[in-house]
């Protein structure tokens, strides 16, 4: 699913980037664009393997230790069950499920935010691009 909001979102966010500014830096707004892309991106993925592993832990409980929450979050099983012996399978799951929604609230929040402040800003930059003289561009 991902893949596909990415493919849809991918064209027309790049153009919005690189049609908010003058032709002459086009190329840098591309380049901007693609970078910032990537480094969130990067962020954005190792935030959520934090958010797994915490969320699972917080289903485990203090007593179960961070080693057996990243041994699920990797799925590691044969680790897991060594560091959680008599842990039942439904118990694993629910705490990989209730990581795995720490993973989505976190999505779902960073989401909206980026789109209420994404609509400010652009929305202050073309009231600022509005007062350039066409001649300027």
């Known amino acids: 699913m991902a893949g596909i909001g990415i493919g849809i979102t991918n ?6 980037s690189t049609g908010a500014v003058l032709s ?7 380049g901007i664009d ?11 993925i190792a935030a959520m393997g934090v958010m797994l592993v915490a ?28 560091l959680t012996p008599g842990m039942s399978v439904s118990s694993a ?11 989505i609230s976190f999505a779902l929040v960073g989401a909206w935010i980026l789109a209420a402040s994404s609509c400010v800003l652009f929305e202050t930059f ?10 300027e561009e």
Request: no cysteine.
């Open 11 to 16: 064209t027309p966010v790049s153009n919005a």
């Open 93 to 103: 799951r629910t705490a990989f499920m209730t990581g795995f929604d720490w993973i």
């Open 126 to 135: 073309m009231q600022w691009r509005k007062s350039i003289p066409e001649n």
């Open 24 to 30: 002459r830096q086009a190329g840098m707004a591309s």
């Open 55 to 82: 969320g699972i832990g917080s289903s485990l409980g203090a007593h179960q230790g961070q080693e057996a929450a990243e041994a699920l979050a990797v799925g590691n099983i044969a680790l897991f069950e060594q």
């Open 34 to 44: 693609m970078s910032t892309r990537l480094i969130t991106l990067a962020i954005v």
